[in-house]
DNA sequence: ATTACTAAACATCGAGTAA
DNA sequence: TTTACTCGATGTTTAGTAA
């Protein structure tokens, strides 16, 4: 079976558009040259190739064509159109990150006890955080850029606030499974005191604890990508 | 600003389809030439190209590549995607016939009058077509081949049936519009009594009379497609 | 106006091969 | 094993031009 060409693909999206799947519409060479962003002698190649495949059919009327698309050409746009559609929506949807757990200087652990955030966390994630933040050290390249997309994705977002003292930034929490286990959530500070390798997890108990964790344990976290 | 290159689409398509598009993924050349259908060579220069052009991000773990399509990447995808889709879509759903009114022989109007086509005329189309046929010759060639397409497609069909001289071949019914303005059924006969270039319609009333119609007025004939 | 040929430029591919 | 270079073969585009 004669498959169609790559080339051919804007070609023939052009043709649609213009009717050709049910009727022989006139289209000229060098008006479908400008409209696919080649020339007029490509297109005229093109239409003459498609037809060679079996894709269109053409008839002369005068010194201009007409241009039918068939059955197998109208397939076959099908057929890539679903390919196209369906890797879109059914890559797994979800970010790996992989790493080891580390222990923090208690600082997160206080920041995130703060009323100021707290009563944001009861009301937005239905959950006041364990007072303690697991923070996961990513060694590898490929996790510490997967991590950085979350600073531009929409998670549920805590706002900031100040008291007398100084402000404090917003927070953004993303919903994930640590070890394909335990419920987490992974936090995105704006302002962080950790370099870009270490990402930092809440969860509603001490996971340490519960997941009988230690420094340099292992861990994969799982996070849900929504759109 | 840099287009996605159309034999890159593929190789998109499939890194895609291997969950590249929220994590960097271990992929080979080899590996990704052989799901392309090309070389390994051809994969390796696809995948600098797409880097390139800031379709894809790759990050180097020994001697692999891991691959991540940006957004950009992704973007260009699903305006393609969006594109072939909605030009599958859109097309006019009709196909249109042009010709002139030419005078049969009375024999459609003959056979449209047997009891056997009548009754299911009634519960198929609703309505006992008037008697006697409207012929029209179609000049074009493209509107000749137009109209042969309706044998293939499925439209409302009157079995046959067969009386004590001789069997009736079925009859295909398509609802279309005469002249933008006049409701009528555009019929395709098992066994057609003409060429490929007459085609008959039938309607609830005498169109030659109510339409002012002679032999040579030119006619339109728009017949909805579905699917 | 058309379509389409030729010929040369340009892009893409893949075998061989290096690192 | 990798990735990616060179380079010759093949495919694609286009300017010029014929019909």
Chains 1, 2 share one sequence.
């Not at 241009?67 to 949807?93: A, D, H, Q, R, W």
């Amino acid at each position: 079976m004669t498959d169609l060409k790559v080339q051919h693909i804007l070609t023939l999206t052009q043709l649609i558009a213009r009717g050709a799947r049910h009727n022989f519409v006139p289209i000229t060479t060098s008006y479908l040259g400008k409209s696919i962003k080649k020339s007029q002698q490509s297109a005229s190649k093109h239409l003459r190739e498609l037809e060679e495949d079996g894709f269109i059919e053409r008839i002369m009327n005068g010194r201009k064509f007409s241009v039918k698309i068939t059955s197998k050409g109208y397939s076959e746009m099908v057929k890539l159109s679903s390919i196209l559609k369906s890797s879109l929506n059914s890559f797994p949807s979800f970010v790996e990150l992989k790493g080891t757990l580390v222990s923090g200087m208690g600082e997160g652990a206080y920041y995130m006890s703060l009323k100021g955030y707290t009563k944001q966390f009861k009301s937005k994630i239905n959950y006041i955080p364990f007072p303690g933040t697991l923070n996961v050290k990513l060694h590898e390249k490929e996790y510490i850029e997967a991590a950085q997309q979350f600073r531009t994705l929409n998670g549920v977002t805590i706002k900031g606030f100040c008291d007398s003292k100084r402000t404090y930034g917003w927070v953004k929490c993303f919903k994930g499974k640590l070890n394909n286990s335990i419920d987490c959530e992974l936090i995105i500070l704006e302002r962080t005191h950790h370099d870009d390798s270490i990402i930092e997890l809440i969860s509603k108990t001490n996971i340490r604890k519960t997941a009988k964790l230690r420094d340099n344990s292992k861990l994969t976290i799982r996070i849900p990508i929504k759109g």
